[in-house]
Every structure is written in structure tokens, then in C-alpha cells.
């Protein structure tokens, strides 16, 4: 009976803290997991041990036991690792994302700056605190979560988060009621909306015990591994939580890949599971950001097979270490660059990746860097000392141009900016889109549409200069001057247009070409 005694104890004294480890850490079931083999050997180890200590003449055989399903655990695992490995699959590492070609001009093609979502993280947090501050019953039981998730809703770019309990006492007193709203940020326009629920949402991220959101979905299906479950609305405004359904690729022990999602009812708890094949179309969250640029790198590094990725390098190609989100056609699409492992402040083109299907398309434009963009508009305004956001690329007057975000030390966007990408030194910064777009363009917007380039009608005019001004934009001096008899219009004129342009001075008359107030030519005559 004393053996029987020290062998339940040295047994399961270690299975009662694991059982509590296992409820706190949510350590899928599964041998795809490595957490799962950790927790094994760490409890055949303290096992092994409390048996010494309880009953040596048992604790031979016992270390020998736990030894031997150590030992072949380690050979299994290591087993798995070279099997799964990018050593002997490095086309099925290439080929986990694959890339078709893009048209830059059709799929990225904007004519109006104002249009360009801008709200990121930081300032959405800032804008939904405020219009939670409006309602003062709310303060002090709730707060808005920090997740304010990017989702294609009804066509517009929009960051959603759900209100959350500020404490453990606060979700104790209203866990029956729930949490009655959530926070919407328009990126564009900024505009923010608290929203009443007719269902209250009960499972969320700051829910304890059972009202967990990933201890929910885990007790549900704990042999099935899945990403952090992510807040998003479908297009009636109702509450999900979706979270990625996870299966290793080649072997037990390989890559991550997506092969369905959790769409979880934040009200009810329902769940549903879903193959990625059959997702709905307003889930958008569906392969992880992570997940998408490391198959991103993956496909660079493998197409030529593993030695050419780590000798001749031959080829070889990485994402830019940063990415952002667009929405297009009402489906949210990660965008991040392409740059060869040898360049250091050039592009080769960017790819464009569907968060829900993983479909991917690439550009194939060569471009500077978004960290060198990111850089030329930090200088141009080095002395406020502004961080600039990751950009987006767009192809504006039928040219490639980065637009982001200047913010200071609080996260706050002061500014806005737009960088030539292919030549990062031309720079237009302003207090909003418009502004930045104007200094960007001298104050001269094309009207070339997407379909078609207009053709343009000039003017020409003769007349003495009554008085001139110059100011230098982007590096580039651009001179505004009005002529005799037509004090209202002002002509604008880039230095580039006419190397005579410098010495010319109000009294000199002159011959201009003009398309509206720009000036195409000039001569003095």
C-alpha cells in the first residue's frame, strides 16, 4: 500500500500543478505543439524526481521508465524537426505562398489624396477614448480594449474594439449584463461611433474564467491549435471573435499554416468552425500578419533551393520588415515590399495579400525602400523630431508615390507626407492630405483619370512680369509671378522647365505656354 501510495503522489502531485498550468496556459492537447512536449518532459522529470524522494527502491524502475519515453520523445521530435525542415523542403517552404502579377495602374490607382485612410493604432485609441469619456456611466465600469482591429466594414477602411472591464471586481458585477458597446473609427475620416448593442457581448479578451474568449474557444476544442482569437463585424454590425484554426505543413514539427477559423458569437459563444475554403466573406482576419511575412520570406529565400539561399544567394528576396493595410473591393489586403538580400535602399516591387485567402499578387516596380521613404520625410521636417508610419504605395498621376504619417513622442499624427518612390528625396509635407499633396505637386494636380490620359490644352500668353516670388519645394525652386494687366492670376513656374528661368525678374517681358495657371515654357523675349 506505501508503494501504491508513493507512486500516486510522486504521479500526481506533478498532474494536479500541470492540470492548473494547463488551465492558465492553454496548452493545446496536440503533438504538433511544443509547449505540449515541454509540459511532458517536465512532469515525467518532476515525477521521477518526487519518487526518488518518496520511495528509492521504486525509483530505478520508475527513472527508467520516464527515461526511455524521454529519450524516444527527443528522437521523435528530432525526427520531425529535419524532416519538417527547410533543409530537405525548401520548394514546399517556396511554394506556401505563391504570387501572381498584379496591375499597379487598375488595382492602386488614386485621384484623390482625402481619400487615403490615415488613422492608425495610436490615434484611434486616442479618438475612441474620447467618445467614451462622453458618457460618463460608462468610465468607470469600462474602457475601450487596445485592439482596435483594421477590418474591411461595408466597403470602408475601419478600426473596431470592443469596450472592456477595467478590473477582476468590475467584470464581476457586470458579467450577467455583459459589455453593451463597441468602438468604430473611420481611418479616413476619423470619425468615431460608440455602438449600442442589442446583444451584449460576454466573451471577450478581458473576461475572466469561462468568459475568456480563448479559454472559451480552448475548452471547446483543446486538441486543436489556433491563433489569438481577433475582434471583427460582420455587416450587420454584430460582435465576432475570429480566431485562425493552425496546422503544422511537411511534418508534426513544421511551418504554421492556416486551415480554417473559429468564428466565434461574442454574445452567445456559439462556434463555428469553418475550412478556409468556406470562410465568410466579411471575415477578413483570417492568416495572421506574422504568419503571411514569413511565407513571404520563405518564398524569397527557397525558389533556387536551400544552398542558394545561405551561399550564392542568387535570387533571393525578402518582405521590407514592415508592412500596413489597405481595403480594396471590400476585402482587406496586407501590403508590404520586396527587396533583394544585397540592396540596400531599393524595391524590386511589393505584393499585395488577401487576409482572408492568402491570395497574393505582386508588383513588379522598382521603387526606393519604404525605410528610405520613411526616412527622406522624417528629414524634411528633422527638427520637430517626427516618426514616420510604415507607408502605402499608390500610383498617383500615373506614378509610383509613398504616402504616410509624421507623429511625435505621443503618437499623435502631426503631419502628413508624400515621397516620390523612385526618387525618395522629393518630398511634399503638409497638416493634412490636401496640404501634403499640394506641396508635393508645387499646387499643380493633373487631371489624368485612371482610364485615360487626358490631353491637355495649353494657352499661350505675352506679357510684361509686374512681380515675382520664389520658394524652394522638394529641392526643386518654383517661382510664382503675375503679369501686367491680370493682377488676379498667379503663374507658377518649376525651375526645371526653362534653365533662363533664374534670370528673369519682374519688368522683363515674356512669353508663356500654359496649361490653367502652370506654366509649360517661357521665353524671354
Known amino acids: 500500500m506505501k508503494n501504491w501510495k508513493s507512486v500516486a503522489i510522486a504521479y500526481g502531485l506533478p498532474a494536479v500543478v500541470l492540470l492548473g498550468y494547463w488551465y492558465s496556459a492553454l496548452t493545446p492537447v496536440s503533438i504538433q505543439s511544443p509547449e505540449f512536449w515541454t509540459n511532458m518532459f517536465l512532469y515525467l522529470v518532476a515525477s521521477a524526481a518526487l519518487m526518488n524522494v518518496l520511495d528509492r527502491s521504486k525509483a530505478d524502475k520508475v527513472n527508467k521508465v520516464s527515461g526511455a519515453i524521454i529519450g524516444i520523445s527527443i528522437v521523435f521530435i528530432i525526427g520531425g524537426m529535419l524532416f519538417g525542415s527547410q533543409i530537405f523542403r525548401a520548394k514546399d517552404y517556396a511554394s506556401l505562398i505563391t504570387h501572381t502579377e498584379g496591375n499597379f495602374e487598375e488595382d492602386l490607382s488614386i485621384t484623390d489624396p482625402s481619400l487615403i485612410p490615415t488613422i492608425d493604432r495610436d490615434m484611434a485609441e486616442r479618438l475612441g477614448s474620447r467618445k467614451l469619456g462622453e458618457v460618463l456611466n460608462l468610465v468607470s465600469q469600462f474602457d475601450v480594449s487596445t485592439e482596435y482591429t483594421q477590418i474591411a466594414y461595408k466597403g470602408d477602411s475601419v478600426r473596431v474594439s470592443p469596450l472592456e472591464y477595467v478590473s477582476f471586481f468590475r467584470w464581476l458585477n457586470n458579467r ?289 512680369i509686374t512681380a515675382m516670388e520664389s520658394v524652394v519645394i522638394d529641392g526643386e525652386t518654383t517661382y510664382y509671378f503675375t503679369l501686367e494687366g491680370d493682377a488676379e492670376t498667379i503663374y507658377i513656374a518649376k525651375v526645371s522647365i526653362d534653365k533662363q528661368l533664374p534670370f528673369i525678374k519682374a519688368g522683363d517681358s515674356v512669353t508663356i505656354e500654359v496649361d490653367g495657371a502652370r506654366v509649360v515654357s517661357i521665353i524671354k523675349q
Open 176 to 464: 450577467a449584463d455583459g459589455i453593451p458597446h463597441y468602438v468604430t473609427v473611420d481611418m479616413v475620416t476619423g470619425d468615431s461611433e460608440l455602438v449600442n448593442l442589442e446583444k451584449n457581448i460576454h466573451y471577450s479578451h478581458s473576461g475572466y474564467f469561462g468568459d475568456d474568449i480563448t479559454r472559451h474557444i480552448f475548452f471547446n476544442y483543446p486538441t486543436v491549435m489556433f491563433e489569438n482569437p481577433v475582434f471583427e463585424l460582420d455587416e450587420e454590425g454584430n460582435p465576432y471573435y475570429i480566431a485562425p484554426i493552425v496546422e503544422k505543413k511537411f511534418s508534426f514539427m513544421g511551418p504554421k499554416e492556416v486551415v480554417g477559423v473559429f468564428v466565434v458569437d461574442a454574445s452567445s459563444g456559439d462556434i463555428t468552425r469553418y475550412s478556409v475554403a468556406d470562410v465568410p466573406d466579411w471575415v477578413d482576419r483570417v492568416f495572421p500578419a506574422n504568419m503571411v511575412m514569413t511565407q513571404i520570406n520563405y518564398n524569397g529565400q527557397y525558389q533556387g533551393g536551400y544552398l542558394n539561399s545561405v551561399i550564392s544567394k542568387k535570387g533571393v528576396i525578402q518582405n521590407a520588415d514592415g508592412y500596413n493595410y489597405i481595403v480594396l473591393n471590400d476585402d482587406l489586403y496586407l501590403y508590404t515590399g520586396l527587396t533583394s538580400v544585397a540592396a540596400d535602399e531599393s524595391n524590386i516591387g511589393f505584393v499585395l495579400v488577401n487576409s482572408r485567402t492568402k491570395e497574393s499578387k505582386r508588383y513588379n516596380i522598382s521603387t526606393a525602400t519604404e525605410w528610405s521613404a520613411m526616412e527622406s520625410a522624417q528629414g524634411s521636417v528633422q527638427e520637430k523630431g517626427y516618426i514616420s508610419t510604415f507607408p502605402l504605395l499608390f500610383n498617383m498621376e500615373n506614378k509610383p508615390v509613398y504616402q504616410l504619417s509624421l507623429k511625435d513622442d505621443a503618437g499623435l499624427i502631426k503631419m502628413y507626407a508624400f515621397v516620390n518612390a523612385t526618387n525618395y528625396q522629393k518630398v511634399g509635407t503638409g497638416n493634412s492630405l490636401a496640404a501634403a499633396w499640394n506641396a508635393y505637386t508645387g499646387g499643380v494636380v493633373s487631371t489624368t483619370t485612371d482610364e485615360e490620359e487626358e490631353v491637355v490644352e495649353t494657352e499661350t500668353i505675352s506679357g510684361a
